[in-house]
């Protein structure tokens, strides 16, 4: 998948459970509702409201954008509702998309809208260009036209490259195909005797207090946040946040929270250690599990840069999200 809003910004040249009933099971959906957005709920008008998208059979959609349409804010109109979870920040979204000069009317950047070309994109809180708060709020599955003035989209520069002038608007059109959670989300669980303990920042992010015991020596696993999605399946891609520790050396080898995104693997023996894949397997999206590897189904007596050799392993991780592989 290609990293399309990174691009987009360069050539820019910067371009309680909420309706969930005391007799209801909570959902996915009723913990998204729960949480407090990173970016502020989309905002909608005028200039976005008169943007007319009509869906292609196996394609790109037309666009229509009137000329003369004008706002001093990023506007979003929402073209069709999926019925997916709701996007609120600091979240990682597959998307198909268009970019257009609202001037010209003309296309600059543009996916096939046949999956074949997806951009896969980590859409943060405090970005210059704010696809943060002018996704924020909407559903996957939906289909939605954002309105970017001139003075936002450029400062008023232009691009020349792509055909846009000093006082050109830009159009983007996406469709919000996946949408992965933020972090963990769900129901808390007691901490299990035997594990580390494990504490979170407001971000979600882990830390743990370690045992001063010997590692056990076969594989443990405890789930901390029961999450309400769908369990995962051998051959998923599946979506993660996970910060991994050294038993013995008490040592942080590695952290998607410190790489700054979610990571990304095929949950099967051919990308992932065993213990790792052990772990995962029928847990649901949303949870956080903690787990306890052992060497034997870890590195075994093979060393890993901050992994000594015969190394015990603890993971925590986040389950984000899964699609059935391709």
Same mark, same amino acid.
Not at 37 to 59: H, L, M, N, Y
Not at 97 to 119: C, E, P, R, V, W
Not at 166 to 194: C, M, N
Not at 196 to 206: D, I, K
């Given at each position: 998948?290609?990293?399309?809003?990174?691009?987009?910004?360069?050539?820019?040249?910067?371009?309680?459970?909420?309706?969930?009933?005391?007799?209801?099971?909570?959902?996915?959906?009723? &913990?998204?509702?729960?949480?407090?957005?990173?970016?502020?709920?989309?905002?909608?008008?005028?200039?976005?409201?008169?943007?007319?998208?009509?869906?292609?059979?196996?394609?790109?959609?037309?666009?229509?954008?009137?000329?003369?349409?004008?706002?001093?804010? #990023?506007?979003?109109?929402?073209?069709?509702?999926?019925?997916?979870?709701?996007?609120?920040?600091?979240?990682?979204?597959?998307?198909?998309? #268009?970019?257009?000069?609202?001037?010209?009317?003309?296309?600059?950047?543009?996916?096939?809208?046949?999956?074949?070309?997806?951009?896969?994109?980590?859409?943060?809180?405090?970005?210059?260009?704010?696809?943060?708060?002018?996704?924020?709020?909407?559903?996957?599955?939906?289909? +939605?036209? +954002?309105?970017?003035?001139?003075?936002?989209?450029?400062?008023?520069?232009?691009?020349?490259?792509?055909? +846009?002038?000093?006082? &050109?608007?830009?159009?983007?059109?996406?469709?919000?195909?996946?949408?992965?959670?933020?972090?963990?989300?769900?129901?808390?669980?007691?901490?299990?005797?035997?594990?580390?303990?494990?504490?979170?920042?407001?971000?979600?992010?882990?830390? +743990?207090?370690?045992?001063?015991?010997?590692?056990?020596?076969?594989?443990?696993?405890?789930?901390?946040?029961?999450?309400?999605?769908?369990?995962?399946?051998?051959?998923?891609?599946?979506?993660?946040?996970?910060?991994?520790?050294?038993?013995?050396?008490?040592?942080?080898? &590695?952290?998607?929270?410190?790489?700054?995104?979610?990571?990304?693997?095929?949950?099967?023996?051919?990308?992932?250690?065993?213990?790792?894949?052990?772990?995962?397997?029928?847990?649901?999206?949303?949870?956080?599990?903690?787990?306890? #590897?052992?060497?034997?189904?870890?590195?075994?007596?093979?060393?890993?840069?901050?992994?000594?050799?015969?190394?015990?392993?603890?993971?925590? #991780?986040?389950?984000?999200?899964?699609?059935?592989?391709?």
């Amino acid at each position: 998948m290609r990293k399309f809003l990174a691009a987009a910004a360069a050539a820019i040249s910067m371009f309680g459970l909420s309706g969930c009933s005391a007799l209801s099971a909570p959902t996915l959906e009723s &913990d998204v509702a729960a949480i407090k957005p990173a970016c502020e709920q989309f905002t909608t008008g005028d200039a976005a409201s008169k943007i007319t998208v009509t869906p292609v059979t196996g394609g790109a959609p037309t666009v229509n954008i009137p000329s003369g349409i004008s706002s001093d804010k #990023i506007e979003t109109k929402v073209v069709s509702e999926g019925k997916g979870i709701k996007f609120t920040g600091n979240q990682l979204v597959t998307l198909e998309y #268009i970019g257009l000069n609202a001037g010209t009317n003309k296309a600059f950047q543009t996916s096939k809208f046949d999956g074949s070309d997806m951009a896969s994109e980590y859409i943060k809180a405090g970005s210059q260009l704010d696809f943060c708060h002018a996704l924020s709020g909407v559903r996957e599955g939906s289909t +939605v036209a +954002v309105f970017i003035p001139a003075q936002i989209a450029h400062n008023g520069k232009g691009i020349t490259e792509l055909g +846009v002038g000093k006082t &050109d608007a830009i159009v983007f059109v996406f469709k919000l195909v996946k949408v992965y959670l933020p972090r963990a989300i769900g129901s808390e669980q007691p901490q299990q005797a035997g594990f580390p303990s494990v504490v979170r920042a407001v971000s979600g992010q882990p830390g +743990v207090t370690f045992l001063k015991t010997e590692a056990p020596t076969t594989q443990k696993t405890a789930v901390l946040i029961q999450g309400h999605g769908e369990p995962l399946k051998l051959g998923q891609a599946i979506t993660v946040h996970y910060t991994g520790f050294v038993w013995s050396t008490k040592v942080k080898f &590695d952290s998607s929270w410190d790489n700054g995104q979610p990571a990304q693997f095929k949950l099967d023996s051919a990308s992932l250690i065993p213990g790792f894949v052990d772990a995962l397997k029928g847990q649901r999206i949303g949870s956080q599990i903690i787990t306890v #590897i052992p060497p034997d189904k870890a590195y075994g007596a093979q060393a890993q840069q901050q992994i000594p050799a015969n190394s015990t392993l603890i993971f925590v #991780i986040d389950i984000l999200g899964a699609t059935d592989a391709k």
